[in-house]
Structure formats: structure tokens, C-alpha cells
Antibody, heavy 121, light 110 residues
Framework: EVQLMESGGGLVKPGGSLRLSCAASGFSFNNAWMTWVRQAPGKGLEWVGR??????????DYAAPVKGRFTVSRDDSKNTLYLQMNSLNTEDTAVYYC????????????WGQGTLVTVSS | QTVVTQEPSFSVSPGGTVTLTCGLS?????????PSWYQQTPGQAPRTLIYSTNTRSSGVPDRFSGSILGNKAALTITGAQADDESDYYC??????????FGGGTKLTVL
């Protein structure tokens, strides 16, 4: 059974940093493209960023609102995905989901349950 | 910046058919955007319904179908049921490597 378990969410002050983790199991993590998606309270879903598998270059892409502030990384030895978030502002307050992203067809297949990040003074 | 458009809300009668659409602020949606669709109920993680325009994800009932209608991607629900009342999101894959969500459609079944 595929499982994605996010952790690391919490309350952080504006301008602060936070690192989210996503522990994966039940599938070949090192073969997967992985993505972060977020959802602000009462708002829609927003694609945040993606990392390809290492054999595809391990490259990353980011949505414009987070580019230069957020970094997606992975540790295949630990089956874990990360999202380093710097220079946080109140608009980054959201539930953050990790998902798999299919190579070739690009859809978001499996989803975690999400972790809440609140940016507030 | 490219905006992906969806109807903010829609309503359908139980047993009825409804088609939700997913368009672009500039240009037409084609299969090259690999449109996918997701269903989300309050407090839950999204569930994948359709990918690559018209392929149903595992376990999705066949009353859900995807297509290209004109210049938009479309999600059709045939024989709507009460538990189809949810938010529906489309995602388009952009050639730049990023994906973009539509704003979502709140579907009411009444």
C-alpha cells in the first residue's frame, strides 16, 4: 500500500524558515517524480514544485510565487522528500501535500494527508 | 502568467449529467497539456479521478469521464449521486515543466 506521510508543519513568524518532510513507502521512491501541492485555508489547490528522479537528472521546477524561496529535495536512501521554505510570508499559510507525479503523463497519483503551515506574528 | 479557468460553481440534480470545463486564459487546451482531474471533499486530501485527458484512475466509477470539448478539457459526471458533491480541480501540465491548477469548481447535487 502506498503511503505518504508529511511532517514538519507548524507556526512560524514572517520571514522565518521551515522544512517539511514526506516519508514514502509502498512504492519505488527512487523511481518517482515527487511534487508538493498546497492549499490555503478556504482556497483552491496550488502546485508548488516538483523534483524528478535522479536518473532523469533530479531537476526541480517551481511555481512563480515560491521560486527562489522554496527548495524541493529528496533523499532516496531514506525514501523521503523535503520542502525547505525560506522567507515565509502570511500568504504561504496552507496545508502542504506531497504527491507522486507520473512521468510521461504528469498527473498527481498518490497524495499524503497534508501538514499545516501557519505563518503569523 | 497563464491562468487555468474553471467554473466557480455548478449544480446538478441527482441522476443528472453535468460537464465541468477547464480552459486557458489564453489559448486552447489540447491533449498536449495532459489534463487531469481531482475530487476533494472538505477536510480530505484530493483524489485522482482522470488523467491524460480521459483515463480513469484505479477505482474511479465509469460515470466519470474526461474529454476535450472545443478548446477546453472537460469532466463529465453521468448519473450524479449525492456523494459526488465535492470540489473538482483540473491540472494542466505546461511545457515549461510546471503544472497549474484551475481554481476549482464547487459541485452541488440537489
Amino acid at each position: 500500500e502506498v503511503q505518504l506521510m508529511e511532517s514538519g508543519g507548524g507556526l512560524v513568524k514572517p520571514g522565518g524558515s521551515l522544512r517539511l518532510s514526506c516519508a514514502a513507502s509502498g512504492f519505488s521512491f527512487n523511481n518517482a517524480w515527487m511534487t508538493w501541492v498546497r492549499q490555503a485555508p478556504g482556497k483552491g489547490l496550488e502546485w508548488v514544485g516538483r523534483i524528478k528522479r535522479k536518473t532523469d537528472g533530479g531537476t526541480t521546477d517551481y511555481a512563480a510565487p515560491v521560486k527562489g524561496r522554496f527548495t524541493v529535495s529528496r533523499d532516496d536512501s531514506k525514501n523521503t522528500l523535503y520542502l525547505q521554505m525560506n522567507s515565509l510570508n502570511t500568504e504561504d499559510t496552507a496545508v502542504y501535500y506531497c504527491t507522486t507525479q507520473a512521468r510521461g503523463s504528469y498527473y498527481l497519483g498518490y497524495w499524503g494527508q497534508g501538514t499545516l503551515v501557519t505563518v503569523s506574528s | 502568467q497563464t491562468v487555468v479557468t474553471q467554473e466557480p460553481s455548478f449544480s446538478v440534480s441527482p441522476g443528472g449529467t453535468v460537464t465541468l470545463t477547464c480552459g486557458l486564459s489564453s489559448g486552447s487546451v489540447s491533449t498536449n497539456y495532459y489534463p487531469s482531474w481531482y475530487q476533494q471533499t472538505p477536510g480530505q486530501a484530493p483524489r485522482t479521478l482522470i488523467y491524460s485527458t480521459n483515463t480513469r484512475s484505479s477505482g474511479v466509477p465509469d460515470r466519470f469521464s474526461g474529454s476535450i470539448l472545443g478548446n477546453k478539457a472537460a469532466l463529465t459526471i453521468t448519473g450524479a449521486q449525492a456523494d459526488d458533491e465535492s470540489d473538482y480541480y483540473c491540472v494542466l501540465f505546461m511545457g515549461s515543466g510546471i503544472s497549474v491548477f484551475g481554481g476549482g469548481t464547487k459541485l452541488t447535487v440537489l
